[in-house]
């Protein structure tokens, strides 16, 4: 099924490891966006890209780095990794014009869940 | 500055009941975009409904319907006659794009239907 692919699933990490977490859509969309998601938080926002090329950031982007790739692949990295960035992390996906034919406004991926001890 | 807020963290109900959850938002933009998602204990984020703010009409789908009032800045979603399915974490998010761009989330509310 089309649809936004995260790997790996599960990581877990020794504090100062170096980690990328990846993202690859299928469905031609121009936007891509990560998010982490932490108990009593919701999901903030940490990157996302508008389009190809271009990067931006989100509400939470204190020591991450992001790359969009290509159209398809959007990667998460945490240089240095740090008991505090212990979430879920989200990838999503979504297209202006395509969303009309879907009628959803972003897709998710099934998420990553990270550790750091 | 954009902000949702779910002051209800947990709620219980016994199956069959009717429930509400609330979400109160606040913007300055004039145009935005008010969404629902459920998240199971299997951990998806599940799309239920999209409003936006030039929209006040009520939506029902099924067992499910919003409630959308701007003069109390508030977007609430109802579950009539709940069922154990139901069990999960409701988000509520605001936007200033429909396509969501930059969501604002709200804090969640976790469900449980005792069956």
């Known amino acids: 099924n089309a649809g936004v692919t995260q790997t790996p699933k599960f990581q877990v990490l020794k504090t100062g490891q170096s980690m990328t977490l990846q993202c690859a859509q299928d469905?031609?969309?121009?936007?891509m966006y990560w998010y982490r998601q932490d108990p009593g938080m919701g999901l903030r926002l940490i990157y996302y890209?508008?389009?190809?090329?271009?990067?931006d950031k989100g509400e939470v982007p204190n020591g991450y780095n992001v790359s969009r790739l290509n159209k398809r692949e959007f990667s998460l990295r945490l240089e240095s990794a740090a008991p505090s960035q212990t979430s879920v992390y989200f990838c999503a996906s979504s297209d202006r014009l395509r969303e009309t034919v879907s009628n959803q406004p972003q897709h998710f991926g099934d998420g990553t869940r990270l550790s750091i001890l | 500055a954009q902000k949702v807020t779910q002051a209800q963290t947990e709620i219980s109900v016994v199956e069959k009941e009717d429930v509400t959850l609330d979400c109160v938002y606040e913007t300055r933009d004039t145009t935005y975009y008010l969404f629902w998602y459920k998240q199971p204990p299997s951990g998806e984020l599940v799309f239920l409904i999209r409003?936006?703010?030039?929209?006040?009409q009520n939506e029902i789908s099924g067992r499910y319907s919003w409630n959308f009032q701007k003069s109390t800045s508030s977007f609430n979603f109802t579950i009539t006659a709940s069922q154990v399915v139901d069990s999960a974490v409701y988000f509520c998010a605001l936007s200033e794009d429909w396509t969501g761009n930059q969501f604002y989330f709200g804090t969640g509310t976790s469900l449980t239907v005792i069956p």
């Open positions: 890209s508008a389009s190809e090329g271009t990067t």
């Open positions: 409003r936006n703010s030039f929209d006040e």
């Open positions: 469905m031609n969309h121009n936007s």
